[in-house]
């Protein structure tokens, strides 16, 4: 395994959820994504987004150039942000919970680079969702 990592990276995956019970908490989560539909971030953290991709209403956005294209797939109220250095971020609410959920990776150059990536990562995350409700 530590091979493969040293050929191809040390890619690490994680999720942060935020639980909003009730009637406001299913206001907040629809707050958080149609916060971040109508004004997609720049940057998460320390990574610049590339690109963004709204499945709901089947766009790919090309955050340098603004071209638009379609995703291709079923509707669905996922949101997912190419960043750079190959992470990502994919956002959605949870379909049984009340969450909103915010899945990340990351692709570090160790096994303690990786961690601490995804670390920052999901800090920042966390504090970019604290920031809409």
């Known amino acids: 395994m530590l091979d493969m ?3 191809f990276g040390y890619y690490k ?5 935020i ?12 707050t958080i994504l149609n916060t971040l539909r109508q004004n997609p971030p720049k940057t998460i953290g ?3 987004v590339q690109a963004y991709r709204d499945y709901k209403a089947d766009t790919i956005t090309d955050a340098v150039t603004g071209e ?3 995703t291709g797939l ?15 971020v994919c956002v959605r609410p949870s379909g049984t919970e009340p969450k909103v959920k915010f899945y990340y ?4 150059t160790s096994l303690e680079d990786a961690d601490q990536k995804s670390a920052a990562l999901g800090a920042a995350v966390l504090a970019m969702a604290d920031q809409m409700m």
């Open 19 to 30: 639980t909003l019970a009730g009637i406001e908490g299913l206001e907040k989560i629809q």
């Open 74 to 88: 079923p509707a669905s109220n996922v949101l997912y942000y190419d960043l750079n250095d190959d992470a990502w």
């Open 13 to 17: 995956e994680d999720v942060k959820s």
């Open 5 to 7: 990592y040293e050929e």
């Open 68 to 70: 638009v294209s379609a």
């Open 46 to 48: 320390s990574y610049t």
């Open 105 to 108: 990776g990351i692709k570090g």
